[in-house]
């Protein structure tokens, strides 16, 4: 079976090129400037009445309250998150509501802990009580089985806490009272057994934040129109307690977030991704930061992928060879291809910043632009690198598990 995957790999490649080289039609460039310029219109057309479709009825559903008893836990793992970490949980502490804070640290040594046992001695100026009844902090659990930390402390979490519903989030995940609020209501009344609540990176004024910015709520976007299922985002999600009491990791876990993702899509009869309640996350300083943020992450879900989900692996094999052969012959029916995809994600990834990240226009080409070269640069020359990598380690049966500490 490795064997047959892997020449089916090479396959592709071969055939896109061969089919790069056979099919060409001739200086055509503006013919096919003109076709991508159709296609641009009609994406952003097509997706912008889907996004506003989706705010109407989000805003429909989440604006008024709905009576609840929902018993939420709030789950962080961390490691040397500091002060900021703190503040960042004394916040969630100040959410109305029958709200439970769990916070597994991961042997930090920079006092982080100590922290926390402090902050659980002040008093809720609500109450007047103490935070000990609503702030628990455990420390990341011994386990045999080969994962990240943050997947051995989820797992533990969803079989230990007693609750309806769980909100995970990374250290960094701010979120106002009044989105988690909404939320809560849009989850309740849609009944999702998982709501995904689309991340925002706008902390500062840079290129690279912008460009993950963009990243993010392209791909809200791309879950409103249910074109990528098998993707997970690994924070600022609500999960049912009944759904995550049946999640089980197996002995090594590639990917924590895509195994969660993979028996969420087994055991959830109802998902859902919110585009109007964001929260707020910290992003790569630089943009080799950020490049080399997205080459371990596909690292690690590729390995899943090729495990457990190859079609992702072939459709991503696809993109990545029509994306490079079509660059390299420019007048092959795959550089139309290319053009196209190009003004494809170029429109939706200009609808997304402009109706679900509410962006002025110019701010919004503009991101979008950066984006859509990350994108190019990703799939079109550093996927195909990292393919040629996972085959070397394959072969050699080096399996990369996401084992390493959470310190950034």
Known sequence: MFWLKWISIIAIYLLVYVFSQIFSFGNYFFPCLLTSAVVFFLVFYVSRKRFLQQLTLETLQSDEAVPHDARVAVVFVVKNEGERFVKNVRDYLSLTGPIQVYVYDDHSDDQTAEKLYALQCE?????????RDRLHIRSVPVSEKRMHPKGIALEEAFHTIDC???FVGDADTAISGETFGKALNYLIRERYDVLHLTRRNIEQDTLSYSIADSDEIFVSGLHTLNVIPFNFTGSSFFISSKIA?????????????????RQACVYA???GFSISCHTWERAPQTLFLLLKQRWNWNKYAMNQYFEQNFPVIILAVLL???LMFGLLSIYSFNFLCTLIGLFCALAFSLSTNLYIASKKFSEAFISSCAYVLVILLQFGILYFIQILFLLKDQHAGVRYCKTESLAK
């Open 164 to 166: 309806d519903l769980f």
């Open 269 to 271: 009869r109802k998902k």
């Open 245 to 261: 009491g049946k999640i089980n990791f197996p002995s090594q876990v590639y990917s924590e977030d895509s195994e969660i993702g």
């Open 123 to 131: 008093t809720d100026p609500l109450t007047g009580v103490d935070y």
């Open 320 to 322: 990545s060879a029509n």
